[in-house]
């Protein structure tokens, strides 16, 4: 069946480094989706990704979307302490079908 | 207008007695999604109800849990005969579509169980 993967599963940095959490899909996707779960929270979706190649952009935040439909990453540039939180990727295949989720501690 | 809202926000019951989680989805939202978390870890999908079909139960880990939605609005989800395993934080979710379309979903705030 359908699988996504996400990594890494942790990640710690210090604030004002970059960070990158990556998606993989068994199977190609129809689109992608980010949420974020902020510690204690639920998660918030922040983006989907639709076509081929397709790189979106919200302020440090720089999602993309593989050409072959199949994987997906998010990029922080020069974290902060409010971007803590677990980032999870949807992708939509058949069906949305949830990562795992990375989890992104910033140490200042 | 009001999100996803889930009570009770937090459960402890005694290992082997029933528990019931309920979610009110936000109103038109035809689809309807219960994960559960465990600590520190990812979605693990539980059931889906879309309209007046048939639900994805594929995702229930026994058949201690059950789910209901009744008037394709609020949900039930029901664990008998607890067990410690099956404390976790239950999230339940809506979306205006099925997951057949390409809608977010909207995560209620979740009901953290815990079982002694």
């Known amino acids: 069946g359908q699988q996504v993967m996400q990594i890494p599963q942790y990640q710690h940095v210090q604030e004002g480094e970059d960070f990158t959490t990556y998606c993989n899909s068994s199977t190609t996707l129809s689109n992608i989706q980010w949420y974020k779960q902020r510690p204690g929270g639920h998660p918030v979706f922040l983006i989907q990704l639709v076509k081929s190649g397709e790189v979106k952009k919200q302020k440090r935040l720089t999602f993309q979307f593989g050409e072959a439909k199949k994987n997906s990453s998010l990029h922080i540039t020069a974290t902060q302490t409010t971007d803590v939180g677990t980032y999870f990727c949807a992708g939509k295949g058949n069906k949305l079908v949830f990562g795992a989720g990375t989890i992104l501690r910033v140490k200042s | 207008g009001a999100g996803v809202s889930q009570s009770p926000s937090n459960k402890v019951t005694e290992k082997g007695k029933d528990v019931e989680l309920r979610c009110d989805p936000i109103?038109?939202?035809?689809?309807l999604y219960w994960y559960r978390q465990s600590l520190g870890q990812g979605l693990e999908f539980l059931i889906y109800f879309q309209g007046n079909s048939a639900p994805d139960k594929s995702g229930l880990p026994s058949d201690r849990f059950s789910a209901e939605r009744t008037g394709g609005s609020v949900s039930t989800l029901t664990i008998q005969r607890t067990q410690q395993e099956d404390s976790a934080v239950y999230l339940c979710?809506?979306?205006?579509?099925?997951?057949?379309?390409?809608?977010?979903?909207?995560f209620g705030p979740g009901t953290r169980l815990t079982v002694t």
């Open positions: 979710a809506s979306s205006p579509r099925g997951r057949e379309s390409s809608y977010e979903q909207y």
């Open positions: 109103s038109g939202h035809t689809a």
